[in-house]
């Protein structure tokens, strides 16, 4: 039986649903993430709105505790599984945009590096977008990445680091890509909390992507670009 002092999260209106799911995030609470999400697609709030604004909203909260020493990382570990409940549901619905094929991506967490949150992210909206996409998890050493671009036969590599202490592996990769005379083959996109636009102009990727919103329109872009050089012959 409910505690009278329980709260209904349907009874509650849009705004302050969404500051109830931010506090539930908090406390890692992922049934009640997962309803929230149901309820706010209920009200015909668009899957990327509910994952923008309700999410990605509530993690930012997240973030900002775990840097200033107020959560530790049993707490963040639970957020993250709150988040990620609330992401399986709205995986299929971003996915179900019924876009056709726009080029295979191949994505990966760096070596050393065992943030998943934000790649997995990227995944999603790229395949909503049409995308096929190819994910390597976590902890990625290079002959991974190398070996999955050719048997995926892939168009984009993405690659995500969220430390300053993993995001330097992204040029590794790099460069024995450039050794092996593959480099020219793939588009590169790289993103993650600490990267920035001129990190990835100095490690040789194409272009740094600040989120996923902006990795979707970066790779549709090259790709377009892919697709007019071929058809130029
Ligand atoms: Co970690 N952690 N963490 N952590 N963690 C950060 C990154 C940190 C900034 C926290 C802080 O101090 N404020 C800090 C790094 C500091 C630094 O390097 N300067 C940090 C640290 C220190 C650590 C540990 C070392 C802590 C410890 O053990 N002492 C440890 C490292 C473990 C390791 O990797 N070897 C660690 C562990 C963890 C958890 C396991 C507890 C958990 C991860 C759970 C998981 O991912 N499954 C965790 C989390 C959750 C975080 C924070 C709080 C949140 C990250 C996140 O998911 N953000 C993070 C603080 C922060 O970033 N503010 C922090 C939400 C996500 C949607 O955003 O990942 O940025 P983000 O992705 C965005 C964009 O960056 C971009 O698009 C995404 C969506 O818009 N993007 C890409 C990302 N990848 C892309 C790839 C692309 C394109 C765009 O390819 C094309």
């Not at 969404?18 to 506090?23: A, G, N």
């Not at 998943?116 to 998890?137: P, S, T, Y």
């Amino acid at each position: 039986m409910a505690d009278e002092d329980d709260i209904i999260l349907a009874d509650l209106d849009d705004e302050e649903l969404v500051k109830q799911m931010f506090d539930d995030l908090y406390d890692g609470l992922k049934e009640e993430i997962e309803e929230g999400v149901n309820i706010l697609l209920g009200r015909n709030w668009m899957p990327y709105r509910v994952l923008t604004e309700a999410l990605v909203g509530g993690m930012k909260i997240v973030g900002d505790d775990f840097r200033d020493g107020i959560l530790f990382v049993p707490e963040v570990l639970l957020a993250a599984n709150a988040m990620k409940g609330g992401m399986a549901i709205l995986k299929p619905l971003l996915a179900e945009t019924g876009a056709p094929r726009m080029g295979k991506m191949v994505i990966g967490t760096v070596k050393g590096d065992i943030h998943d949150i934000g790649k997995n992210l990227v995944g999603m909206m790229m395949e909503g977008a049409g995308f096929e996409v190819v994910d390597l998890g976590i902890n990625n050493a290079v002959e991974k990445y190398m070996d999955a671009l050719v048997e995926e036969d892939a168009d984009i590599l993405g690659m995500s680091a969220l430390l300053t202490t993993t995001m330097p592996y992204m040029k590794v990769v790099i460069d024995t890509m450039i050794e092996t005379g593959v480099r020219d083959d793939y588009i590169i996109l790289v993103g993650g909390a600490p990267l920035n636009e001129e990190f990835g102009k100095a490690i040789g990727a194409d272009a740094y992507c600040r989120d996923a919103a902006v990795a979707v329109e970066t790779a549709k872009q090259f790709m377009a670009r892919k697709h007019n050089e071929l058809a130029a012959g």
